[in-house]
């Protein structure tokens, strides 16, 4: 120590050369003082030091939880990131409640689209092909899955969208990213992502009054050859269900393709989430469940409009959810890949409205 240091207390200004250990440990520079008494009069205004400097730096939020793989979150998470004023929000933007949604969910009345609102689909699932393209584009090693969240969430508002997830029941990002063992609704925060990950990245945007949805996974360099075919089981069920769409058949018809599909090629589907209606609202009528034998209610008619979004399993289908209530992960840590489109029926089949 030199003295060239003065006390950090306010008004004491003399010559200093003790140092606070904790701001040692945390690597917090010049905190000296001349004396213990100096020390404990600023422990206040101090401590506030320690707080800012450990609230900085990468920490797991959960330290008591069992993680089922190797994944971690790794806080803190990013402010929320600001949608101008001038693009039109959803309902839940600021309340957190889609209001909307929960006024006709016990209806589960599955709406017919108009001309109009065709045309309204089509355009906001344009801008969501366009947004996931960007944000897959920026996928590299090193680069955090928060990162990619502000590349998404700067190319949703540049097209005039606001980024669906963004406070839909909380939710504290503008995409969920899902990697290895997640599932889906994974929260970007400060992992970097590594060669040998699967990374889905599940883009939702809403524009002049309409939601669109897709998802698609995506492998970082060296993914070993069971990754690989897991990841392409996946694009394969979702493309296999979609063959089924047209009018007069079962939405309950969608998972036996699916389920046999993946369990050919030795995997699971996943079993608590859903595809769903989308239009004027982010999820709807009808549910549909992606396992063979379900129980799904209704008959697809030409103007409905829904995704298709089957969640394929390495290992088991369960599932569990971290502390945080959003991430979803396999409950024996092994990995999931899913792709997601919205479709529109038409009289003959359907249209791939994010294609």
């Not at 990245?201 to 360099?221: L, R």
Request: proline share 6%.
């Amino acid at each position: 120590m030199t003295g060239q240091n003065t006390c950090l207390l306010e008004g004491c200004n003399k010559p200093a050369f003790l140092q606070c250990p904790t701001c040692i440990s945390l690597k917090i520079d010049r905190s000296f003082y001349c004396s213990q008494v100096c020390f404990k009069n600023n422990w206040n205004k101090h401590k506030i030091l320690h707080k800012s400097k450990i609230d900085s730096q990468p920490y797991n939020p959960f330290p008591n939880y069992h993680y089922t793989g190797d994944l971690q979150a790794i806080y803190p998470l990013s402010p929320r990131r600001e949608v101008p004023k001038e693009i039109m929000h959803p309902d839940y933007a600021e309340t957190s409640i889609p209001v909307s949604e929960e006024r006709v969910r016990a209806k589960a009345v599955i709406k017919v689209l108009n001309e109009e609102e065709i045309k309204g689909m089509r355009e906001v699932c344009r801008i969501n092909r366009e947004v996931l393209d960007i944000g897959a584009a920026a996928i590299r090693p090193g680069i955090t899955t928060d990162e990619i969240d502000e590349v998404i969430h700067k190319a949703t508002i540049e097209r005039g969208a606001y980024p669906s997830p963004l406070n839909y029941y909380g939710f504290p990002k503008s995409v969920c990213i899902s990697v290895n063992e997640v599932i889906c609704h994974g929260i970007p925060d400060l992992r970097p992502l590594k060669d040998g990950d699967i990374i889905n990245i599940d883009v939702s945007c809403y524009y002049n009054g309409f939601h669109s949805d897709m998802n698609a996974t995506y492998c970082m360099g060296n993914v070993d050859t069971k990754g690989r075919q897991l990841v392409n089981t996946a694009r394969e069920c979702l493309e296999k269900a979609i063959a089924l769409v047209k009018p007069g058949i079962r939405y309950r018809d969608f998972g036996k393709v699916i389920e046999t599909h993946a369990k050919k090629n030795g995997f699971t589907v996943g079993r608590t989430f859903c595809g769903h209606g989308i239009n004027q609202l982010f999820h709807c009528a009808p549910n549909i469940p992606h396992y063979a034998n379900n129980k799904a209610v209704g008959i697809v008619r030409a103007g409905h409009c829904f995704t298709i979004e089957p969640m394929i399993c390495e290992g088991g289908w369960r599932d569990e959810i971290w502390p945080d209530n959003w991430t979803a992960v396999t409950a024996d840590g092994k990995r999931s890949a899913q792709f997601e489109h919205t479709l529109l029926v038409t009289e003959t089949g359907c249209e791939i409205l994010t294609k």
